[in-house]
């Protein structure tokens, strides 16, 4: 068998380079990447099959549930070669599927020689990973094509073989075929990662460089930053300091994963492993950055590092106001291992206080939303996400909205969102209805290519913001589930937009503004006066809801004065039940929120800042 | 429990048994067939009026002080399917035992279907000196979706009887807001109620009560019950036409003639005390309430066992007295005193006055009191009020 014991594999700290191999596989989600990550450990008897659980390394509830990675891990898995018989360590770093984690995905490309590109061979690659193949390609990384699940009878192994040849310049038969689920190939796969991914190179005398490939929040330990190695060697006799701040570290320990942790005296040129400092915020060890140590330091820090920047921002907002303490504490222990959320606190008149949070994405921002109440037991509200708009004035001064309540109201000269480069793979019978959808959204096309007979990769540019609203809703529901998106900034462009506001009653409900193209200003306020004259009860007095640009109303709707409000029954046992229905009715009132003096219900709200398709079905988007 | 008490208690008798149940009603009532499969009203009735005598000898156990009874209140069910001579025995164990007041109020609810004149001047005969009839419309089509199978002429027939053998005081029961019921439908109730021999106008928008028929036919769409607008068209037309044939209103939903308001219902709105014998029937002594168990056969069985029948009471907090003094006495003509509620509730009230909901005249006069259009959104009054 070409497992090793762990006891006699090279052990870290003094394994040579020349045995190492670090690899990490780029796949869409569902197309098996943590069953075969799994496959992995257990061929390689790192761990034993009665510990076995299945997404071993998805270590939160969330990323098990949804079958999604969030952050990624590196496992050190070592591996008896049988092609030339001789011993190594497979470092696998994971990472993360979705497009909103790009950079995090490009920085643990960057910790590897070699990328598995796997592929289901019933759906063929999606865009995203065909994002991520892109960046790995950049990155010169060696791609070893695999194709997965070769066990489904749905599987159409030689059609997709072929796609993934074209993509990646081989041949057909250069693919591979595994089943994570039987094991199938799997050893052959480990024995290609071997021979095919060059060993890493670096130099041990050099003053020490690593990568930071990931940094996680832990509640016993603090930060945990997981690192590669470039140069010179990282002991747990070193003070380290982070190149970009400068600040300096006790190193607690070291080690490496396996996959539980295992501590080790150091770690060399080309290993992967963990540093625990005592830092309590992801912040102060960012993904990116360079590790060197104090006393050695070096001069040149690897490349690529970026402050992750927020992309959407929605205000969250806690149902019951007493919960806003709440909201803060969770959102600060969110922010110890999530250094790309942003927030700070807002207040709305309709809804209160509550935080204005910035994102990578929208998976980004449900991903956080269902932390929070799922973690800290609160009951959200959320406004409708918005981009980053910059705002022009006539006297040129200029501004930067994340909020469209925020939007000025004064002479404007020129507004700019955000552009995204957006690539979508479809089967082509769809290839009509996505360019329709596209153009909807203010879209320019930029280019369309075949990646095999019936599927087509089709790139626009698009807004962001078209994106943010339901983009990806109605691409699932109009290619019956086939498309897949990946989307990437490509800067900003001027665009012809307004903030539309709808009044209650006159008064200007925040949580409602929107700012939108001018030729849909007028459907998002017809939209939404008539969705809140559905939603709010009947008042003491009549209520007028109006859709204003500026000082002009564009839409207008009326909630008619309430006429009955009475029961006509109170007799003797009648009483008690009345007077409990009061008492309930009291509870009630606290839930409801008064916009001047008109009573809106909170799950109006709700229901009104839900996007129309529904809001629940974002769960089950991957 | 024995404690001298602030009023002479008043008696409601819950007679829980119908030959059919309409489909609307969620009150405790059970027709033969649902206590017992095959049997008919005189038997899964024997031995009920024994029980309801015992219990109002528990009463007198319990308020040994309380002074002649003022009311008494055989309501249901259809307590006209009981033997007139048998609710006679009820009245006179309670006279017997508690004496009667001297001008004692005695109603009796009727189904006009199920009355003949000979009934009536039985029940006349017992001491019962008021009738109340469940006329609900006039209109077939209504009377059908309510389950009412009467002929509309029968109640005319009824009161008139009843007018003869000597009721002074008759009072019919109406019911407006019921699906397929037109505004005109509504008029059409009105005048036939109006053109009746009757002293009393009880008139109630339809509650569609969660677990009966109608709320399921409700949910599944077979019945549309009228918008609230209509229904408070509804509310204007009747209390109108009322006025203007001298029955002003007492109470939110009763109108009566001069001298005829129900003081028995009265007796519910101000706070007083009294005690309702028999299953489900509700009581209140000084500010606790207790109600009987449910179900004929629980309280039989603890009656037989010599148990007070009680299936759950509450003594009430002063804010809990608080919210019902308000929420009962504001659907009075009077209202309530300014000086009762805190200046907060003053203020929230006065804004009431400024839509015209709340009587000006009455707040000059410190008190707050319902105007018309006002008498339609009470409960939403009274929330603000005392929320």
């Not at chain 2, 528990?58 to 033997?83: C, H, K, N, W, Y």
Request: hydrophobic share 40%; with cysteine; charged share 25%.
């Amino acid at each position: 068998m070409p497992a090793i014991e762990l006891s006699k594999a090279p052990q870290p700290s003094k394994t040579n380079p020349a045995q190492i191999r670090n690899f990490c596989i780029i796949a869409h989600i569902d197309h098996g990447k943590s069953t075969l990550a799994d496959r992995m450990l257990g061929i390689t008897e790192v761990v034993e099959l009665r510990n076995m659980r299945a997404q071993y390394l998805d270590r939160m509830d969330i990323e098990r549930e949804r079958g999604i990675t969030i952050k990624s891990q590196a496992v050190r898995l070592p591996w008896r070669s049988g092609i030339d018989g001789q011993e190594y360590i497979l470092n696998m770093i994971d990472t993360p599927g979705h497009v909103d984690f790009t950079y995090e995905v490009s920085r643990s490309l960057a910790a590897c020689e070699g990328a598995v590109l796997l592929v289901d061979c019933a759906q063929g690659i999606e865009a995203q990973t065909l994002a991520n193949l892109y960046l790995a390609m950049e990155n010169n990384l060696t791609i070893i094509p695999v194709l997965n699940k070769i066990d489904l009878p749905a599987a159409q192994p030689e059609k997709f073989a072929e796609e993934l040849a074209k993509l990646i310049g081989c041949q057909p038969e250069d693919v591979l075929r595994v089943s994570g689920k039987t094991g199938e190939g799997v050893v052959e796969l480990l024995d290609q990662i071997v021979k095919q991914i060059p060993a890493p190179v670096g130099d041990p005398d050099a003053p020490a460089r690593a990568l930071i490939f990931d940094s996680v929040y832990d509640t016993y330990r603090g930060v945990v930053t997981y690192v590669r190695v470039v140069d010179g060697h990282l002991s747990t006799r070193d003070q380290i300091q982070m190149f970009s701040t400068g600040v300096r570290h006790e190193m607690l320990e070291v080690g490496v994963i396996s996959p539980e942790p295992v501590v080790s005296k150091g770690l060399g040129v080309g290993e992967v492993g963990y540093v625990i400092t005592g830092v309590k915020d992801v912040r102060q060890s960012r993904v990116g950055d360079t590790i060197t140590t104090y006393h050695n330091p070096t001069t040149v820090a690897l490349s690529g590092y970026k402050d992750p920047k927020p992309m959407v921002f929605s205000g969250l907002f806690p149902l019951d106001g007493a919960d806003y303490p709440i909201l803060r504490e969770a959102l600060d222990k969110l922010q110890l291992n999530d250094a790309a959320l942003v927030f700070e606190p807002e207040s709305s008149a309709a809804l209160g206080f509550g935080f204005r949070c910035g994102f990578l994405g929208l998976l980004h921002m449900e991903i956080v939303r269902e932390r929070l109440e799922r973690e800290a037991g609160l009951s959200l509200i959320s406004t409708a996400p918005s981009v980053v708009y910059r705002v022009v004035r006539d006297d040129a001064k200029e501004m930067i909205v994340t909020n469209p309540s925020e939007f000025p109201d004064g002479k404007i000269a020129q507004v700019f969102e955000p552009i995204v480069r957006a690539t979508v793979l479809a089967p082509s019978e769809f290839i009509g209805t996505i360019m329709e959808l596209c153009q909807e959204r203010r879209g320019t096309l930029l280019g369309m290519d075949y990646l095999s007979e019936d599927r087509v990769e089709i790139r626009y540019t698009l807004p962001l913001a078209e994106i943010v609203f339901d983009f990806f809703d109605q691409l699932k529901s109009r290619t019956k589930g086939y498309a897949s998106l990946d989307y990437e900034p490509v800067g900003e462009a001027e665009g012809d937009l307004v903030k539309v506001d709808i009044m209650l009653q006159g008064e200007k409900v925040d949580a409602f503004s929107q700012i939108v193209h001018k030729d849909k200003a007028y459907a998002y306020g017809v939209m939404m006066t008539s969705k809140l004259r559905e939603l709010i009860p009947r008042q003491q007095f009549e209520v007028p809801i109006q859709a204003a640009i500026g000082s002009r109303i564009i839409a207008r709707e009326s909630i008619r004065a309430i006429r009955k409000d009475v029961l006509a029954k109170c007799y003797g046992g009648d009483i008690s039940r009345k007077r409990k229905l009061l008492e309930k009715q009291k509870e009630g009132k606290k839930r409801m929120k008064m916009v001047g003096r008109v009573e809106v219900p909170q799950e109006a709200f709700i229901a009104a800042l839900t996007t129309d398709t529904d809001g629940d079905k974002s769960k089950e988007k991957k | 429990m024995a404690a001298v008490i602030s009023q002479p208690l008043s008696f409601y008798i819950h007679i829980p048994y119908c030959i059919k149940r309409c489909g609307y009603c969620d009150f405790n009532t059970y027709t033969p067939g649902e206590l017992k499969a095959g049997s008919d009203i005189a038997e899964v009735s024997e031995g009920y009026i024994d029980l309801l005598i015992r219990e109002v000898e528990m009463a007198r156990a319990q308020s040994p002080e309380s002074g002649a009874v003022p009311t008494i209140f055989f309501g249901g069910g259809t307590p006209t399917l009981m033997d007139p001579a048998d609710l006679g025995r009820i009245i006179t164990r309670i006279d017997e035992l508690f004496g009667l007041a001297d001008n004692c109020e005695i109603t009796i609810e009727a189904n006009p279907d199920t009355v003949s004149r000979e009934k009536l001047a039985a029940l006349r005969k017992t001491g019962i000196n008021r009738i109340s009839f469940g006329m609900q419309s006039a209109v077939p089509h209504v009377l059908q979706v309510l389950d009412r199978t009467h002929n509309p002429e029968n109640v005319f027939k009824a009161t008139t009887w009843a007018r003869e053998v000597g009721f002074d005081e008759v009072s019919i029961d109406l019911i407006y807001g019921s699906p397929g019921e037109s505004v005109e439908d509504w008029r059409t109730t009105v005048n036939a109620a109006l053109a009746l021999p009757i002293t009393h106008i009880s008139a109630y928008a339809l509650i569609v009560e969660s677990g009966t028929k109608l709320a399921r036919q409700v949910k599944a769409g077979e019945v549309i019950i009228p918008d609230d607008d209509q229904t408070a068209d509804k509310y204007l037309i009747a209390d109108e036409a009322f006025a203007r044939a001298g029955m002003n209103w007492y109470e939110l939903s009763n109108w009566a003639k001069d001298g005829s308001a129900c003081r028995h219902n009265m007796a519910y709105w101000v706070g007083a005390n009294w005690w309702g014998l028999g299953p489900g029937a509700h009581s209140h002594i000084d500010g606790k309430r207790w109600w009987n168990v449910k179900h004929p056969t629980n309280y039989r069985s603890l009656m037989l066992s010599n148990e007070l029948p009680i299936d759950g009471s509450e003594i009430l907090s002063d804010s809990e007295k608080e919210s019902e003094r308000v929420m009962l006495q504001i659907r009075l003509p009077d209202g309530i005193a300014r000086a009762s509620i805190s200046p907060e509730q003053n203020a929230i009230a006065h804004s009431y006055v400024g839509d015209g909901s709340l009587s000006q005249e009455a707040w000059d006069s410190g008190r707050i009191a319902l105007t018309q259009k006002g008498r339609l959104v009470a409960d939403r009054i009274v929330r603000e009020i005392l929320l």
